[in-house]
């Protein structure tokens, strides 16, 4: 199966800034690609969906870059705030598939003001 | 419009004992997930259903874990007997996905938190 990897370590940033986390994978090259957001004890937000013929895309103060040749996706998110403190996590879902996801272990990200 | 709803929020039970889990997806959305979420990890997939049939549950322990959606509406979730490892967060999640080839985001109910003791 897909091996999915994402940075285990929190990432402290300062408000303002640009926040970067990777995703990378192995094996299969996936379908697309989708990022979500899970706050302490909620369940993930969806974010952003990117597919594999897309090398980018943008959403308000986010933005997502997939790259099949290194397999691996990074999510940017700019001018951040404190209110983007949380785990995202990135998931991945072979074509025909009926829209099954495999999830990354996620990153934690704290925005300090 | 209504979330994803799931019930109860938590949940203690000593191993060996049973317990269940119900979640009521979106209204229209026909197909319905279940995760399992240790804490530190993302959320693993134990069940996929599309309308009332099972696509894939290729990573149910079918010897303790069971499952349905009657009517293709809501679904539970039982597992019998609990065991320690088994103290997770279980989240239901629902889509539009119609069709093999399609994908559509997910929307995710709050979870049951379960300690096994």
């Known amino acids: 199966s897909q091996k999915i990897e994402q940075n285990s370590e929190a990432l402290n940033i300062q408000e303002g800034k640009t926040a970067t986390l990777t995703c990378n994978y192995t094996?299969?090259?996936?379908?697309?690609l989708q990022w979500y957001r899970q706050d302490p004890g909620r369940g993930p937000v969806f974010l952003l969906l990117?597919?594999?013929?897309?090398k980018e895309k943008r959403k308000e103060r986010l933005k997502v870059t997939f790259d099949t040749t290194l397999k691996q996706s990074l999510f940017h998110i700019t001018a951040s705030q404190p209110a983007d403190s949380a785990t995202y996590l990135c998931?991945?879902?072979?074509?025909?598939?009926?829209?099954?996801?495999?999830f990354g272990a996620g990153t934690q990200v704290v925005v300090t003001p | 419009e209504a979330g994803v709803a799931q019930s109860p929020r938590y949940k203690i039970i000593e191993k060996r004992q049973s317990v269940a889990f119900w979640c009521n997806p979106i209204?229209?959305?026909?197909?319905l997930y279940w995760y399992q979420q240790i804490l530190g990890q993302g959320p693993k997939l134990l069940i996929q259903?599309?309308?009332?049939?099972?696509?894939?549950d290729s990573q149910l322990p079918k010897d303790r874990f069971s499952a349905e959606r009657l009517k293709g509406v809501d679904s539970t979730l039982k597992i019998q007997p609990a065991k320690l490892e088994d103290s997770a967060v279980y989240l239901c999640?629902?889509?539009?996905?119609?069709?093999?080839?399609?994908?559509?985001?997910?929307?995710f109910g709050p979870g049951t938190r379960l300690t096994v003791l």
């Open positions: 999640a629902s889509s539009l996905v119609r069709g093999r080839a399609t994908y559509n985001e997910q929307f």
């Open positions: 094996n299969y090259s996936p379908a697309y």
């Open positions: 990117i597919r594999e013929n897309e």
């Open positions: 998931a991945l879902a072979r074509g025909e598939s009926w829209g099954k996801l495999q």
């Open positions: 209204s229209g959305h026909a197909t």
């Open positions: 259903f599309q309308n009332n049939g099972v696509v894939d």
